[in-house]
């Protein structure tokens, strides 16, 4: 299970990646007060990159922000927190892919896993951090819009 200390290590990057539908709201109770999961970390003055395979910019917040192709073609991936918002068949290849390139730690979005994922994300030494599952502060399971901000207060960013 994920835990306050996943969620105060996945912070400690100094940069960070969204993955996916970043225009998704995975965590309902909190869909009406944060628009999507990139938003949250513009809002929060984090430096973030979308990553969407389909589409060379994504528009949020009425401004368009460049996006790069894969985890793979991030800046610094060895620095990157990365958030993942897709399907469990396609989380499992982001997975290896940021396994691949050193990504540090990811946040697993509510609906983004299975056990398979899960065994990946969290077998031998794969990642110094991963936020899922059950627990965190809503009824969805961890997810950055509810837990987010107690955790980057607690890492100071905030």
Not at 98 to 110: E, N
Not at 117 to 145: H, P, T
């Amino acid at each position: 299970m994920a835990s306050e200390a996943a969620a105060r290590k996945f912070f400690t990057a100094p940069f960070f990646a969204v993955v996916g539908q970043p225009f998704l709201t995975l965590c309902i109770s909190h869909a009406a007060n944060i628009p999507n999961v990139h938003a949250w970390y513009l809002n929060h003055s984090l430096p973030v990159t979308p990553i969407n395979p389909g589409s060379p910019t994504v528009s949020v917040n009425g401004k368009d922000h460049a996006t790069v192709p894969n985890v793979g073609a991030l800046t610094n991936p060895k620095e990157t927190g990365v958030s993942i918002i897709t399907h469990p068949a396609v989380t499992i290849n982001v997975l290896r892919e940021a396994k691949k390139v050193g990504v540090p730690s990811v946040w697993l979005q509510p609906g983004t896993f299975d056990s398979q994922v899960l065994e990946f994300a969290l077998g031998d030494g794969n990642f110094e951090a991963v936020v899922y599952g059950d627990g965190g502060r809503g009824s969805e399971g961890w997810c950055v819009l509810v837990d987010g901000e107690a955790a980057l207060k607690a890492v100071g960013k905030l």
